[in-house]
């Protein structure tokens, strides 16, 4: 159901690369909604992606853009104001990859230079997208920024590595910057801390399957899907929600105020090996030991 939130708001929006994306899905909200917007990936992810047939269905275009570079972000806020006809009145920052992560690296044993970039799109990104947009003066007063974060921000997470890091990189930005972009033109920045979603990034997550199951058991309203996670991010958007700002905002079905749920434990009772002092226990896996 549309309620008209988005009518007459103007948008880009990052990262939609398939059907998958919580991207992707929070374009087909906005368009609900009555917003108009522009799309925005990397030249690779739009000839590896479907980002093309989304703008085409959303009746906009999609702008190419690395947004590590400050040069192809102007392009981009200017394009975007020329073919939209104006200032821009939310942004989307759904942008995160680790190329550890993707080469199997060990926290502990971390490639700098990979961590590197896993900070500058992950994270840095976000910094430099807010930092064009004010020099260009391109969101309007009460605009509204959000990106996309995960708990491992504040919580220790398996096979998250460096990702980690630049969530909370992620989130610090938000604050700082929201206070500056609050203070001069009552603009406000938050992020979402979403609940695990089997988006294409996702899905390299080591465990990832595991981690939704457990999630699940978890979170006392179930894992928040990425439809309902573009439900959210609309009303952030909207002029429903002006006075929140520089937030970490959980989606996350309860999870991550949650110790220990009976689903939880229940399913970790079943999973023990003998109880008394016999020593019927699955050995340690001594390559794994510290994991």
């Known amino acids: 159901m549309a309620y008209n939130l988005l009518k007459g708001k103007k948008g880009i929006i990052f990262g939609a690369l398939n059907a998958d994306s919580i991207a992707w899905k929070v374009a087909q909200r906005a368009f609900e909604e009555g917003a108009i917007f522009t799309l925005s990936n990397t030249g690779v992810a739009m000839r590896m992606g479907d980002t093309a047939q989304l703008a085409e269905a959303c009746n906009t275009v999609a702008i190419e853009a690395d947004a590590t570079s400050v040069e192809d972000l102007e392009n981009l806020f200017k394009q975007s104001m020329e073919v939209l006809g104006g200032k821009i009145d939310f942004v989307l920052h759904s942008i995160g990859m680790s190329p550890n992560v993707r080469k199997g690296r060990h926290y502990s044993d971390l490639d700098y230079n990979y961590l590197t970039k896993t900070l500058d799109i992950s994270a840095v990104s976000f910094h430099k997208v807010l930092q064009v947009a004010r020099k260009l003066d391109a969101i309007n ?38 206070y500056i972009y609050g203070r001069e ?55 429903l929600t002006r006075k929140v700002t520089m937030q970490n905002l959980f989606h996350d079905g309860g999870f991550s105020s949650m110790g220990m749920s009976m689903r939880a434990l229940l399913q970790y009772e079943k999973g023990l090996g003998c109880d008394c002092e016999c020593g019927d226990e699955e050995p340690i896996d001594e390559d794994h030991k510290y994991d």
């Open 141 to 178: 007063q009460w605009g509204s920024v959000v990106a996309l974060s995960y708990v491992a921000a504040q919580r220790t997470f398996y096979g998250y590595n460096d990702m980690a890091d630049a969530k909370a990189l992620l989130e610090s930005i938000a604050r700082s910057f929201g």
């Open 185 to 239: 033109r009552n603009v406000r920045i938050n992020t979402i801390s979403q609940s695990p979603t089997m988006t294409t990034a996702g899905s390299g997550v080591k465990g990832i399957g595991q981690l939704l199951d457990f999630s699940e058991r978890m979170s006392p309203l179930g894992n928040a899907t990425g439809d309902e996670c573009a439900d959210y991010c609309v009303t952030l958007f909207s002029d």
